[in-house]
C-alpha cells in the first residue's frame, strides 16, 4: 500500500513541476499574441526645463543649448494604443495628461520612463510637467490631439496652449537675443 501512496506523490511532484510552469508559458505566450495583434503607435517626449516645454524632437547635449525646439503637438488616432517613451534633457520632471488621468510619471534625467494608454474620444488633451522644474514650469505644456474617423489636424486649429510669456518659443524677440533664460 505504501508503494501506491509513493507513486501518487511522486506523479504530483511531476505533475506540480511540468504543467504548472507549461501553463504560466500558455499564458504567457496567449498574452503576447494579443499584445502584438494589437500594435502600438510610439511616441518619445523629452522635457526640457530651460525652454519650459515637452518636444517630439531629439535633444541631446550637444543641441541641448544651441536652440530651442518646438513644443509637442503629438498627433495619434481614437482608439489607438500609445506608448509614450518619456525622457529628460536636464532636470526631474513628471508627466501628465491630467483630463486623461494619465500620470503623473516622474521622468529623470538619464532614464526614460514610459506610459501606455488607449488614446480616448477625439479632442486636443494638455500635456504638462507636474514638478516644479525652473523658471518656465508653469509654461511647460504640450498637446496630444486625438483624431477620430475622417478627421485631419485641421480640425483642430492650435490654440490649447496659452501664450508663452516667461519662456517664449524660439524665433521671438527674446530668444534671439539670448533674453529667454
Not at 500558455?26 to 499574441?33: D, L, Y
Request: glycine share 8%.
Amino acid at each position: 500500500m505504501n508503494w501506491k501512496i509513493e507513486i501518487a506523490s511522486a506523479l504530483l511532484v511531476l505533475l506540480s513541476l511540468v504543467a504548472a510552469p507549461a501553463w504560466v508559458l500558455h499564458v504567457e505566450s496567449e498574452a503576447a499574441a494579443a499584445h502584438e495583434a494589437s500594435p502600438a503607435r510610439v511616441i518619445t517626449l523629452t522635457a526640457v526645463a530651460a525652454g519650459g516645454i515637452w518636444t517630439e524632437e531629439e535633444v541631446a547635449g550637444h543641441n541641448y543649448w544651441r536652440r530651442q525646439p518646438e513644443p509637442a503637438r503629438t498627433v495619434v488616432l481614437s482608439g489607438e494604443n500609445v506608448v509614450i517613451r518619456l525622457k529628460s534633457a536636464d532636470v526631474s520632471h513628471s508627466f501628465s495628461i491630467p483630463e486623461l488621468e494619465v500620470g503623473p510619471v516622474a521622468v529623470e534625467p538619464g532614464k526614460v520612463s514610459v506610459v501606455r494608454f488607449v488614446a480616448p474620444a477625439p479632442g486636443e488633451y494638455l500635456i504638462q510637467c507636474s514638478t516644479r522644474c525652473g523658471p518656465c514650469h508653469e509654461e511647460m505644456l504640450g498637446t496630444l490631439v486625438v483624431l477620430g474617423s475622417g478627421e485631419t489636424l485641421a480640425d483642430y486649429p492650435p490654440g490649447l496652449l496659452p501664450p508663452r510669456t516667461k519662456c517664449p518659443n524660439h524665433g521671438s524677440a527674446a530668444h534671439s537675443e539670448g533674453g529667454d533664460r
